[in-house]
């Protein structure tokens, strides 16, 4: 099929003025198993248990890149061939594997019950048996209880990111109600490295924020209370389950775009402080200093990315933001902005800001979309593992998609961070070449 044929065959729309590419075939991306890698590095007192098979622990255990003396918090309760068969009581089975597990880790203060693939194929139900653990294990021989929650990573039902949005959204009712008469409070939303959550703390006080949140909380004791008086802002853009929860506990979100480079991230905090009625001197001053600094990291960049044409292939909802931001602050070129689910309303300001007649895509067809990335010959494809070592053979530069996730790159002081990322494999394109 001829790039042009790939275009007419998919579905085509205008939605608020925008073209979006809509595309349902085959999907090249991880599933939500993967968000545990950066969830339980977080959560220091949680424990993420997968119900899945040895493909589910190997997954775990490579993406995360733990040795073998290490004691994690996380694992697998193995689903044999027999459970598969209906051979064995699998309920019965992981109540023993929670008790040996909670025995051994008296710590643990928030269980998640993880459900992977086999999983959901055998009709395990995990929500029913987190209540019933939950129940049994709320206190026990002088002990705290102990958080059971249940969620879905598996393939079936999220791709990369969407782990993160499912575990988050079982937090949401464990929250506690504000109190009468609350101040106004603000919640930061989203996984973040603790270095960049402490900057944003320090400038949200230097605000004059008072009262901020964070989901998920470091420790399971402080969640922040959620109610009408509660305004929060999401630090990542894939969290559309966790947005819809907390709204139905009264909620309002601050609309704003992203914090990525020195643009995004100023007017995200100015959006944050202007929901609190806060002087915009006062705000210019706050963030003058840091939007300077992401500026001078930005600098260095500029020639090396300035012009160069980008595509992106759907993977892990943070695309349009990235996209956005390697347009307006380092001149490059998006091509084609691929994103496995748009959600127009929280990427409504991120939308606005990318240069007109960019493609944007959302959903999968990834032999379509080859066939677009060969047409186009971007100088840079932001992709999958999967997808990258088949590009780089036909003379195409890639981008790990995984690796922005991983890394620190939201705020000012990670701006040039971000930055490095894109700019490495172009460096790396030229070396070769000589």
Do not use: N
């Given at each position: 099929m001829s790039p042009a044929q790939a275009l007419a065959a998919a579905e085509t729309s205008r939605d608020g003025g925008l073209e979006i590419l809509r595309e349902r075939g085959q999907r090249e991306v991880f599933c939500g198993l993967t968000g545990i890698?950066?969830?339980?590095?977080?959560?220091?007192?949680?424990?993420?248990?997968?119900?899945?098979?040895?493909?589910?622990?190997?997954?775990?255990?490579?993406?995360?890149?733990?040795?073998?003396?290490?004691?994690?918090?996380?694992?697998?309760?193995?689903?044999?061939e027999r459970d598969l068969a209906g051979m064995a009581d699998c309920h019965a089975e992981l109540d023993r594997v929670v008790d040996r597990l909670l025995a051994r880790r008296p710590e643990i203060r928030t269980l998640f019950l993880v459900g992977s693939c086999p999983s959901e194929v055998i009709k395990l139900d995990l929500s029913n048996a987190a209540q019933r653990l939950g129940a049994k294990h709320v206190?026990?021989?002088?002990?705290?209880?102990?958080?059971?929650?249940?969620?879905?990573?598996?393939?079936?039902?999220?791709?990369?990111?969407?782990?993160?949005?499912?575990?988050?959204?079982?937090?949401?009712?464990?929250?506690?109600?504000?109190?009468?008469?609350?101040?106004?409070?603000?919640?930061?939303?989203?996984?973040?490295?603790?270095?960049?959550?402490?900057?944003?703390?320090r400038l949200f006080a230097e605000l004059g924020i008072a009262h901020v949140g964070v989901l998920p909380a470091r420790r399971s004791g402080g969640l922040p209370p959620v109610g009408p008086n509660t305004r929060y802002i999401l630090a990542q853009p894939f969290l559309g389950e966790t947005a819809r929860a907390l709204e139905d506990r009264g909620a309002v979100r601050i609309d704003a775009p992203f914090p990525f480079g020195a643009e995004g991230t100023a007017a995200w905090l100015t959006a944050a402080a202007a929901a609190f009625r806060i002087d915009e001197m006062h705000v210019n001053r706050v963030i003058a200093p840091g939007r300077e600094r992401a500026k001078r990291a930005l600098e260095r960049y500029v020639p090396?990315?300035?012009?160069?044409?980008?595509?992106?292939?759907?993977?892990?909802?943070l695309e349009i933001p990235l996209a956005r931001f390697l347009a307006n602050e380092l001149g490059m070129i998006p091509v084609e902005v691929g994103t496995p689910y748009l959600h127009r309303a929280h990427l409504a300001a991120d939308l606005a800001r990318l240069p007109e007649g960019t493609r944007i895509s959302e959903g999968q067809d990834v032999e379509r979309q080859l066939d677009r990335v060969r047409a186009d010959r971007p100088d840079l494809t932001v992709c999958g593992l999967g997808l990258a070592n088949p590009l780089e053979a036909e003379g195409l530069a890639t981008k790990w998609s995984i690796e922005l996730v991983f890394s620190p790159v939201h705020g000012f002081d990670q701006a040039g961070d971000l930055a490095e990322l894109f700019a490495r494999p172009l460096r790396r394109r030229d070396v070769l070449r000589i």
């Open positions: 890698v950066w969830l339980h590095r977080k959560m220091q007192d949680a424990f993420f248990l997968v119900v899945g098979s040895r493909t589910c622990a190997h997954l775990l255990q490579s993406a995360a890149g733990v040795m073998i003396f290490a004691e994690p918090r996380f694992a697998t309760a193995i689903i044999e206190r026990s021989e002088g002990r705290e209880g102990v958080r059971i929650l249940a969620y879905s990573g598996s393939g079936i039902e999220t791709t990369f990111t969407e782990g993160e949005d499912a575990c988050l959204t079982t937090l949401v009712p464990e929250m506690p109600a504000e109190a009468p008469g609350a101040p106004l409070s603000l919640v930061m939303v989203g996984t973040l490295p603790d270095i960049v959550e402490d900057q944003f703390l090396t990315l300035k012009g160069k044409r980008i595509s992106f292939m759907p993977d892990s909802q």
